[in-house]
């Protein structure tokens, strides 16, 4: 036992309150060493999802097409259609059930929900097999508990339980209650086949409903998150920076997803609309970029995206001559715009301006906002703030969230570790202070807890600044570029101004020796260590990789947005890793959510193993498995100061 002292034995205190006898932790002891002899459990990564709900939901419905290759494992018998079938009706069950039901006869629908039963149960037992049967049955709604526990553990091909389980089978369709345990059967089906659930960043933007994936993530039991550039715009947004609200709504109307804002997150547009309006003439460069519903007449939408560009470039200014160690210098237009003949001087020469109309703007004082551009802000910031649904989502995202993560040797951020050309880790200064790689991003966790926590926001802060540098600054591990041309690519038609030169990570990372340095910079020195990355698309079409570094690299962006597809030649990628190997999934686009439950049909992905393991990988060659023996370890101590008196059992019986 080791030496004690008044800390460690105050720990062991604490843990008799939860394990009070000898018996109790030595239970406890005897089921941790059992499970750390199951196979690892799953683990999905999935990244750069971009608003795009409907690809993202199935790609986790049918686990990146593992549930799938599950089915035709159990029913290799059964026909092509009614296996993809049944696939529909797990990822889809509710939908599914009331497709059927409304067109087959009663007599043939009790006939198929005694199938489906029977079927849907069998793949929830190969799903969760890897599983202790106290995970599964603290996983049953209470309600059903016992049923469910009789379906999943009880073997019907013994001659003692057959004619029972019959009976419950039969007796489920006879009273009504077969949909509601199949709805039950399949969530539970798709919680065990994949048990943690990893998103490297980018949930928001661009696609439509990110509000729908945050809802979808916050009801998962297992997630994290590591933020990408982003997640941090809307962590930003929701914490009070001017900068990071106004480039949130100029993404919405650029690609025309304003409800996710109206909608989804209650935030009041009306002001901002009237504002634009009476301002602003419509703008061809401030068209959106994509256009969705008709719903918002194009002009009028232009006339607001200019509205708030302007606002935003003004706010961007204010934050970068606030904060000279940001040396984001090269980034300010608004000051080197000649209104009288319609050029700006950009990175030292002279350019036409493709709109130079911006009425709120005072040539003599350029980052200043007119008085009614602060009464649209103090509005708009008002309502980002007091959005509960919003403010939910964001609390989430800091309570799973991170900058990176570590797990089972896996090294998982969004965007990059800057480093130098000769690719060794640089020293960063936006801070204020030198740090690099894994100092620098702990650093930047407590930054953005800081920044959302604190309640006196008036539109900025230091801490909502550097928010504002990680989404556009030369050194951010999430933007991983030199600059953000935002001003350029909607006011200069050259495009040599639009050009944004990645961090030397990007070509570094391909170079087995630096990804290794990488690794070890965070304290992952096994062989076996990789770094899985989100935020650049992987152009398939180019004769680019996903596996890079001899495959110490794996570059999983999802490219769930439709507008990748051409570039990419494929809707991206994710990682499945279990207790054989790592799996990567190559997707095609996803049709429509009405045909997919309506034909039964499938998103389309190839799955290869990125690595076999020598050896199948059990619990306790984990992360987890490490904790819990660790656990083990605190409950035998824990068992020998019962035994030699240094604390005292509680028997039941003993009042409290």
């Known amino acids: 036992m080791p030496e ?24 406890k002891i005897i089921s941790l060493s059992a499970e750390l002899t199951l196979p690892k459990t799953t683990e999905h990564f ?31 018998h059964r026909s092509p259609s009614d296996r993809q079938d049944l696939a529909t009706l797990v990822y889809y069950p509710e939908e599914k059930l009331d497709l059927l039901e409304a067109y087959l006869s009663p007599q043939n629908f009790r006939a198929f929900l005694y199938q489906r039963l029977q079927d849907v149960t069998l793949l929830l037992k190969r799903t969760a097999a890897k599983c202790d049967h106290q995970l599964i049955e603290e996983s049953f709604p209470k309600d059903q508990a ?7 553990l009880e073997d019907p091909k013994s001659r003692h339980k057959g004619p029972y389980m019959e009976a419950i089978l039969k007796g489920l369709v006879d009273t009504g209650l077969a949909k509601t345990y199949i709805l039950t059967l399949c969530q539970l089906v798709n919680r065990f086949a994949v048990q943690d659930l990893h998103v490297i960043g980018d949930i928001f933007d661009r696609g439509p409903e990110a509000e729908k994936i945050m809802d979808f993530l916050m009801a998962h039991p297992r997630v994290d998150v590591q933020w990408g550039n982003h997640d941090i715009l809307w962590i930003g947004a929701a914490s009070g920076s001017y900068a990071l609200m106004l480039n949130a709504l100029r993404i919405a109307l650029r690609y025309d997803v304003m409800d996710t804002l109206e909608d989804g997150y209650g935030i009041n547009l009306v002001p901002l609309f009237q504002f634009a309006q009476a301002n602003y003439k419509p703008s061809k460069p401030f068209a959106p970029k994509v256009k969705r519903t008709k719903k918002e007449d194009s002009s009028l ?9 302007l606002m935003q470039f003004k706010a961007e200014g204010q934050a970068i001559l606030r904060n000279p160690a940001f040396k984001m210098e090269k980034d300010l237009f608004l000051d080197k715009i000649n209104f009288d003949e319609g050029t700006v001087l950009y990175d030292g020469q002279v350019y036409p301006l493709l709109d130079w109309d911006f009425p709120t703007l005072d040539p003599k004082n350029p980052y200043a906002f007119s008085p009614q ?41 969004h965007g990059c570790i800057p480093l130098n050309e000769d690719f060794s880790l640089k020293d960063t200064t936006f801070t204020g202070k030198k740090r690099q790689g894994r100092a620098l991003l702990d650093w930047l966790n407590r930054v953005v807890s800081r920044a959302f926590y604190d ?6 802060s230091k801490d909502l600044d550097i928010l504002y540098y990680l989404w556009a600054g030369s050194d951010s591990p999430l933007s991983g570029k030199d600059r953000v041309t935002t001003f350029a690519r909607y006011l200069i038609a050259d495009k040599k101004t639009h050009k944004e030169t990645k961090n030397p990570y990007y070509q570094g990372r391909k170079d087995p020796a630096v990804a290794q340095a990488i690794l070890e910079d965070f304290g992952l020195d096994a062989p076996s260590g990789r770094i899985i990355n989100g935020h650049t698309p992987v152009k398939r079409k180019e004769g680019e990789s996903p596996i890079l570094a001899g495959g110490k690299v794996l570059v999983i962006d999802g490219g769930f947005a439709p507008l990748y597809h051409e570039t990419t030649g494929t809707a991206g990628y994710t990682l499945i890793s279990n207790s054989y190997g790592l799996l990567l999934a190559t997707h095609k686009p996803i049709p429509q959510e009405d045909d997919l439950i309506k034909d039964n049909r499938d998103i389309v992905s ?26 083990i370890e605190d409950l035998k101590i824990l068992c020998q100061l019962f035994e030699e008196g240094w604390l005292k059992e509680k028997n039941p019986s003993d009042k409290k």
């Open 46 to 76: 999935v990244s750069d999802l971009h608003g795009e709900f409907n690809s993202f939901s199935h790609v986790i419905r049918n686990a990146s097409g593992v549930l799938r290759r599950y089915i035709k494992e159990l029913f290799p």
């Open 606 to 631: 190839q799955l290869e193993f990125v690595e076999k393991y020598p050896q199948r990988r059990l619990i306790r060659d984990s992360h987890q498995g490490q904790k819990m023996a660790q656990e």
């Open 4 to 27: 004690l002292n008044n800390k460690s034995l105050a720990y062991y205190k604490l843990l008799s309150e939860k394990y009070p006898t000898s018996l109790a932790a030595k239970n």
């Open 146 to 152: 016992s049923l469910l526990s009789s379906l999943i």
């Open 373 to 413: 551009e602060e009464k649209i802000l103090r509005q708009l910031s008002r309502s980002f703030l007091t959005s509960d649904r919003l403010q939910s989502h964001i609390q989430f995202l800091m309570d799973q969230g991170g900058m990176y993560k570590l797990s089972n040797e896996n090294l998982l951020f």
């Open 301 to 309: 939408q232009s006339q607001v995206h200019k509205a708030v560009s």
């Open 455 to 460: 309640k006196n926001r008036q539109g900025y």
